[in-house]
Every structure is written in structure tokens, then in C-alpha cells.
């Protein structure tokens, strides 16, 4: 398995991870709201993708990011401070987050070879999921939160750089 593989995993364990903690911290604010269901069907799925990327952790012995504590804090703080800030704010999150990770799997899909085409597919079907998501957060009117285009750089810009770090260390 090449060094680039084993980096793409490495990153998608940690992304997975963070996505999961994101909608667990909106859940703490919004759970009982009328998004919770939403919100819980979401983190399920995020969950889905994160015991998959933990299993190829496992079985090809790719070290873990060493940042995984700091994704358990920080993806529940970004998580619970947006729900906070009202549901339209959390919507916007995760529309700023899926489609993040919308890019970073369609260039992964892209640098992935026929030798990998099993790591391909999955990745190609959980991008749609997170494609749903992020439609989910704009059906919620995320584009209308107080301050949309600020929180959304913002959040994009987080995510660039914990995915870059989250490869490198
Ligand atoms: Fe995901
Ligand atoms: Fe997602």
C-alpha cells in the first residue's frame, strides 16, 4: 500500500471522527429540538463512516492521526457553539462541513487507482452521503443564519487546515 493510501486514511479516520463529534455536539444543544431526528440520522450515518475508516486503521496498521483528542474537543465545541447560536447556524456548519469533505473525497476519488478501486467505491458512496447532508443543512435554511458568509469561510478554512495537518502528523 502506497504512503499516499495510508495518508488518505489517516485523514478520513480523523474526518469521520470529527464529523461525528460535530453532530454529537449540536446534538447536546438540539437534541430534543425538532432537528433532533435529523441531527441523529446524520450522526449515524457519520458513524457508519467512522467505524469503516477505523477498521482500515486496523487491518492495513495505519497509524492513527496523533490529533484525535484535539478533533474529540474541537469537533464538539465547533458543534455545540453553532447550535447555539440557533439551528440555522448548526445548519450552516454542516453545509460549510460536508462540503468540504465533498472536495477532499472527490480529489481523493480522483488520486485513487484500479488497485484501490474497492477504497474508491466506498468513499465515492459515503461522498454522497455527505452531499445529502449538506442538502439537508441547505433545505434547513442554513443559508439564512445571522452572519452566513463569514461562518462558513471560517468553518471552511478550519477544515482545510485540520485536513492538511491531519495527513502530515
Ligand atoms: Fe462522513
Ligand atoms: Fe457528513
Not at 474537543?73 to 445548519?91: D, Q, S
Amino acid at each position: 500500500m502506497s504512503e499516499q493510501v495510508k495518508k488518505f486514511i489517516r485523514v478520513d479516520h480523523a474526518g469521520e471522527y470529527g464529523a461525528a463529534r460535530i453532530y454529537a455536539g449540536q446534538l447536546a444543544v438540539l437534541g430534543r429540538g425538532k432537528h433532533g431526528d435529523t441531527l441523529r440520522h446524520m450522526k449515524a450515518q457519520e458513524q457508519v463512516h467512522l467505524d469503516f475508516f477505523a477498521g482500515e486503521i486496523a487491518s492495513r496498521r495505519v497509524r492513527p492521526t496523533v490529533l484525535l483528542p484535539l478533533w474529540n474537543f474541537a469537533g464538539f465545541a465547533l458543534g455545540a457553539v453553532t447550535a447555539a447560536m440557533g439551528p440555522r447556524a448548526a445548519m450552516a456548519c454542516t453545509v460549510a462541513v460536508e462540503e468540504s469533505i465533498d472536495e477532499h473525497y472527490k480529489a481523493q476519488e480522483a488520486a485513487l487507482d484500479e488497485d484501490e478501486a474497492e477504497l474508491r467505491g466506498t468513499i465515492a458512496k459515503f461522498r454522497a452521503e455527505e452531499l445529502e447532508h449538506r442538502d439537508i443543512g441547505l433545505a434547513n435554511e442554513a443559508e439564512k443564519a445571522v452572519g452566513y458568509s463569514l461562518l462558513s469561510r471560517v468553518i471552511k478554512a478550519g477544515c482545510k487546515v485540520a485536513i492538511r495537518i491531519s495527513e502530515q502528523i
